[in-house]
């Protein structure tokens, strides 16, 4: 068992924890005093032998004093750092910090997952409050039906010698929007307390759906498959306009597969890199199409967004650590609307999220034009924007967003509206 460079640092804390001499622990260890001092301070190398008497004359397990933290729990720390802006020079600790207090560092990476898990939440609600037609009309209706009751109380209230039979009929409206305010206030509760899930919420659109659909496929869709045929799974799709998306989707996808066939797709890209000029320049294919095979990798970690000449994002295929917006304008100032703007012209950069600091990606934009209907008709514009891994990376980065709603960078110049995430709405 492989002792780590923290061992001495640990039997130390052990021993002060169980309030026991240095002398007393060396001797039942069989070793000097002056010996185990030095390991306690990590200036002596221990054989395993004597780490396990060591640990039995402590009373512990030899793991509890030889093994290091897990790299899963430092993969966690970091991605919990980053999140929180921690400086770089603090990151080369975080292995003596979970050797130390493992209790602690796994504290603070559950901290970190629910305070993402949190943000996410807030977004989608924020999203959902602005966006959702179905719950803007649920409260539109509670509204009008409050108006009517305090009006008509407002009525029975002030009006003292008023007729029996308009009383009544006072009365019974009363009644009835009380009922349609309690009927509505209970649909609306079941509505929001629907929200732990997609298949429990609904899909907001049919593009969310066949997302979520391609979602549960890894967001890949083999060639095999391709050549198969989806028809018996697009079929259980719940929205006609979904199954059409995915129709659509899928004879897209089967299009780039025929000009870039996997095995030779792999082959390139062993040569160039993910560059989906360079791929499209060998296929004789379009920069989107090569954009859209690469992002079909597994291995690659890429993530995909597109755009139509509106902004409107069409497609959205998230990259770990860089978050999409779900409803609405994304971040103004992502390359995606730079390439957008220059047809034909890639845009390549690094790029940084707000929040997140230290972790990088780099990304290549693209924009086509099409002229379905020839010289008169007119002119369609589709941008996409491939995100790609770069944690090695070196140089400046463009610190961009999800959405203005949900970015916490203060100070933006691109800013359209205020942040729920910052005090000051910077």
Same mark, same amino acid.
Not at 1 to 14: D, V, Y
Not at 195 to 206: K, M
């Given at each position: 068992?492989?002792?780590?460079?923290?061992?001495?640092?640990?039997?130390?804390?052990?021993r002060l924890a169980a309030d026991l001499r240095q002398a007393d622990v060396a001797a039942a260890a069989g070793i000097s005093a002056s010996?185990?001092?030095?390991?306690?301070?990590?200036?002596?190398?221990?054989?395993?032998?004597?780490?396990?008497?060591?640990?039995?004359?402590?009373?512990?397990?030899?793991?509890?004093?030889?093994?290091?933290?897990?790299?899963?729990?430092?993969?966690?720390?970091?991605?919990?750092?980053?999140?929180?802006?921690?400086?770089?020079?603090?990151? *080369?600790?975080?292995?003596?910090?979970?050797?130390?207090?493992?209790?602690?560092?796994?504290?603070?990476? #559950?901290?970190?997952?629910?305070? !993402?898990?949190?943000?996410?939440?807030?977004? +989608?609600?924020?999203?959902?409050?602005?966006?959702?037609?179905?719950?803007?009309?649920?409260?539109?209706?509670?509204?009008?039906?409050?108006?009517?009751?305090?009006?008509?109380?407002?009525?029975?209230?002030?009006?003292?010698?008023?007729?029996?039979? %308009?009383?009544?009929?006072?009365?019974?409206?009363?009644?009835?929007?009380?009922?349609?305010?309690?009927?509505?206030?209970?649909?609306?509760? +079941?509505?929001?307390?629907?929200?732990?899930?997609?298949?429990? !919420?609904?899909? +907001?659109?049919?593009?969310?759906?066949?997302?979520?659909?391609? #979602?549960?496929?890894? %967001?890949?869709?083999?060639?095999?498959?391709?050549?198969?045929?989806?028809?018996?799974?697009?079929?259980?799709?719940?929205?006609?306009?979904?199954?059409?998306?995915?129709?659509?989707?899928?004879?897209?996808?089967?299009? *780039?597969? #025929?000009?870039?066939?996997?095995?030779?797709?792999?082959?390139?890209?062993? #040569?160039?890199?993910?560059?989906?000029?360079?791929?499209? !320049?060998?296929?004789?294919?379009?920069?989107?199409?090569?954009?859209?095979?690469?992002?079909?990798?597994?291995?690659?970690? @890429?993530?995909?967004?597109?755009?139509?000449?509106?902004?409107?994002?069409?497609?959205?295929?998230? @990259?770990?650590?860089?978050?999409?917006?779900?409803?609405?304008?994304?971040?103004?100032? %992502?390359?995606?609307?730079?390439?957008?703007?220059?047809? !034909?012209?890639?845009?390549?950069?690094?790029?940084?999220?707000?929040?997140?600091?230290?972790?990088?990606?780099?990304?290549?934009?693209?924009?086509?034009?099409?002229?379905?209907?020839?010289?008169?008709?007119?002119?369609?514009?589709?941008?996409?924007?491939?995100?790609?891994?770069?944690?090695?990376?070196?140089?400046?980065?463009?610190?961009?967003?999800?959405?203005?709603?949900?970015?916490?960078?203060?100070?933006?110049?691109?800013?359209?509206?205020?942040?729920?995430?910052?005090? *000051?709405?910077?």
């Open positions: 068992m492989a002792l780590t460079a923290l061992t001495g640092t640990k039997l130390r804390e052990r010996y185990l001092n030095l390991i306690e301070h990590n200036r002596r190398n221990v054989t395993p032998e004597v780490m396990e008497r060591l640990a039995g004359a402590l009373g512990l397990d030899r793991a509890a004093l030889a093994e290091g933290p897990s790299p899963a729990l430092l993969e966690d720390l970091r991605a919990a750092a980053a999140r929180g802006g921690l400086e770089a020079a603090e990151l *080369d600790r975080l292995e003596d910090f979970a050797d130390r207090f493992p209790g602690w560092a796994g504290l603070l990476v #559950r901290l970190g997952a629910q305070a !993402q898990t949190l943000e996410r939440a807030v977004e +989608a609600l924020n999203d959902r409050m602005t966006h959702d037609p179905h719950l803007s009309q649920s409260l539109h209706e509670l509204l009008s039906s409050l108006s009517s009751v305090r009006a008509t109380a407002a009525i029975l209230a002030d009006t003292e010698d008023l007729d029996h039979d %308009w009383a009544a009929r006072f009365h019974r409206n009363l009644h009835h929007d009380s009922e349609r305010l309690a009927a509505g206030a209970e649909a609306l509760v +079941a509505y929001l307390d629907g929200g732990g899930g997609r298949a429990e !919420q609904g899909i +907001a659109s049919p593009q969310e759906e066949v997302e979520d659909w391609l #979602r549960g496929r890894n %967001w890949r869709i083999g060639d095999e498959e391709l050549a198969r045929g989806l028809d018996a799974e697009i079929a259980g799709l719940a929205a006609t306009a979904a199954r059409a998306l995915a129709r659509a989707h899928v004879a897209r996808a089967a299009a *780039d597969a #025929r000009a870039m066939p996997e095995a030779g797709l792999r082959a390139v890209l062993a #040569r160039t890199g993910p560059d989906p000029l360079a791929l499209a !320049q060998h296929f004789g294919a379009e920069p989107l199409a090569a954009m859209r095979r690469l992002a079909t990798l597994p291995d690659l970690g @890429a993530g995909l967004v597109a755009c139509d000449a509106s902004g409107t994002l069409t497609f959205r295929k998230p @990259a770990p650590g860089f978050p999409l917006p779900r409803f609405g304008a994304a971040c103004p100032l %992502w390359p995606l609307y730079a390439a957008l703007a220059r047809p !034909q012209l890639p845009v390549e950069t690094a790029i940084g999220i707000a929040g997140q600091a230290g972790r990088r990606h780099r990304v290549v934009a693209v924009s086509a034009l099409r002229h379905p209907l020839g010289l008169r008709g007119p002119e369609l514009r589709e941008a996409a924007m491939l995100i790609l891994p770069d944690e090695g990376g070196k140089g400046p980065v463009l610190t961009v967003g999800s959405s203005c709603r949900v970015c916490p960078r203060t100070g933006c110049v691109a800013r359209r509206e205020p942040s729920i995430l910052t005090l *000051d709405g910077g």
